[in-house]
């Protein structure tokens, strides 16, 4: 259990101004590698930074490991917990984590998503984004990804995300296949950027935690996507892994025109989110997955979208980062399994293992 925390130092604010007590609330201590992880590798915290960590009842143990790696590094913090703010789902990001993120040169979103809540997410990189605040965002973080992906080697998941993103970086298109039937091209935009996100986050680019994926807004993808794996957002929690019920669904002109599954409910929920603005149908999202830790989905998009492969997301493409000049209100990933890829006309991946060394 977390050791106690003297207020005057280190504050956990909630409601009433008053300590959330995170430090009083004792935790597994299978979860302690993967807070020490995010706390010491993939955050790089110094003891002089303040940190913002940000939770749900839900994830209220999980933050506590976090806490408690916070509290043995001596660091400044405040963690506050969104019921005790705001009713959810949320409509904006409650102004107390605005105006502490500020202030902050660290920030932890460890939470759970609820539907139509990515309105206040966004809200949240804003600043992030504006401030260069060096932020882990950890949305749907469970104790199995906790004691899987987050335990993975990120060094090494850097190494072969570095050696990925240069191949991109010099190609004109990338080619997907798998045995499902998916069967995609990504025709490349020289002037977007691509991204890394190997779980070693900097001020340049806010990770998601476990790390492992490259990505970039691509000018054009065309093709059939075989959704075995798992779909993100809110439909994540829902519907799990797809495996059983793979979502098939068409793409012509960088834009999702038809969705087929046996689960008509899936099929519904998932044409009524890529519908809601006029960009929600677009894929603003190409990506590899680089994390060589996990073996298999495991119907939590948090990590699953790291799992070795191509997965793509309709909506917002984080144009502040890859230069895209479009936005959305919504982003949804969509993730298969056991990829073939193709670089230009190099294979780097057959069977979701990659050919190229880390």
Known sequence: MASSVDETQNPVLGKQGRS????????????T????????????????????LITDESTREIATSLA?????????????????????????????IVEDL???????????AQANELRSRIQMTEVVNRRRIRHAHMVNINPQIMCEGM?????????????????????????????AGTDLVADLNPSYRWVKTSGLISPDKWG?????????????????????????????AKFGDLKANPLTIQVKGNRVTEAHSSNRELESDFWSYTHTDENSDLVGEFAIGTNLELKDIIGQIL???????????????????????????????????????????EQIMRGGKFLIEA
């Open 20 to 31: 959330a007590q995170l430090n009083t609330i004792p935790f597994d201590s299978e979860l």
């Open 33 to 52: 590698p993967g807070a020490h992880n995010a706390v010491n590798v993939c955050l790089r915290v110094q003891r002089q930074e303040k940190v913002t």
């Open 68 to 96: 408690h790696e916070l509290e043995t590094l001596g660091c400044p913090y405040r963690a506050w917990v969104l019921e005790d703010l705001a009713p959810r789902p949320l409509l904006n990001l409650p102004g107390e």
């Open 102 to 112: 500020e202030t902050s040169q660290v920030s932890i979103f460890a939470a759970q």
């Open 151 to 179: 335990r993975a080697d990120f060094f090494k998941v850097d190494r072969i995300s570095v050696k990925v993103i240069d191949m991109v970086r010099r190609a004109s298109q990338v080619r997907a296949k798998t045995p």
């Open 208 to 236: 998601n935690l476990p790390g492992g994926e490259i990505f970039t807004t691509p000018g054009e993808v065309n093709g059939t996507f075989v959704i075995d794996g798992v779909v993100g957002d809110w439909l994540c």
């Open 303 to 345: 990590q699953d979208e790291k799992y070795p492969g191509v997965h793509i997301a309709f909506g917002n493409p984080y144009g502040a980062h890859t230069g895209a000049e479009w936005s959305s209100t919504t982003h949804i990933d969509v993730v298969g399994r056991k990829f073939d890829i193709w670089v230009d006309d």
